[in-house]
């Protein structure tokens, strides 16, 4: 039976093993990656270790495939990742033989070691973001659909007043459900398709 559910620190495994497995515009990037954690390490794994009041996961008889992870505060919570999660990982590649790791890990390490920021205008106007990522079980079964009512639910009880993402270009599937969800395209930078929503 399908459970959604909020996040439990046994699940931070999952985070890192589904975000791999969509990494590669919604589809498996294992074969892309050595290093399993990269992809994770950015994009899942820090929600569930800063703010796991956060996260909601979809749990099957299979286990925890699906997952919604983000922030009421995106400026804070980049200070967080500064002080509390990229050290650690900066200083453990540091000592990893660049050879061990793949083309895509190595892009990976360069955001840990560099990350990106999400554009000021788009922060300003919606200053929470997420990501939601589900395994191929879950799909058109409106999973994410609900996943992301509880996230907003959560986020507007708080007072937040707008939500942002960026979705890869190149994930056609992950674009119709974020616009047909009421999130609208704002910006086009480079292959990512910024998105917004008003709460």
């Known amino acids: 039976m399908l459970v959604l559910r909020p996040y439990r620190e046994s699940d931070l495994e999952a985070l890192y093993e589904i975000c ?32 796991p009041e956060h996260v909601f996961v979809a749990d099957d008889e299979l286990g925890v495939a699906g997952y919604v992870v983000g922030t009421h505060d995106t400026r804070a919570f980049e200070a967080q990742l500064e002080r509390d999660w990229w050290p650690a990982l900066r200083q453990h590649y540091a000592s990893v033989a660049p050879e061990s790791l793949t083309a895509a890990d190595r892009m990976r390490v360069a955001t840990i070691n560099q990350p990106d920021s999400n554009p000021d205008d788009i922060v300003a106007a919606y200053p929470a973001h997420i990501h939601m990522n589900l395994l191929p079980r879950l799909r058109g079964q409106r999973v994410g659909s609900g ?4 996230w907003v639910e959560q986020a507007k009880a708080a007072g937040v007043s707008g939500i942002h993402l960026g979705a890869n270009a190149n994930n056609s599937g992950g674009v119709a459900f974020w616009s047909k969800s009421g999130f609208v395209p704002l910006a086009t ?11």
């Open 189 to 199: 930078i480079g292959r990512t398709v910024w998105m917004g929503m008003g709460l």
């Open 20 to 51: 791999l497995l969509t990494g590669d515009s919604g589809q498996d990037a294992s074969g892309l990656h050595n290093d399993r954690k990269t992809v994770g390490s950015i994009y899942a794994a820090p929600y569930g270790a800063l703010e």
């Open 147 to 150: 996943l992301l009512t509880l």
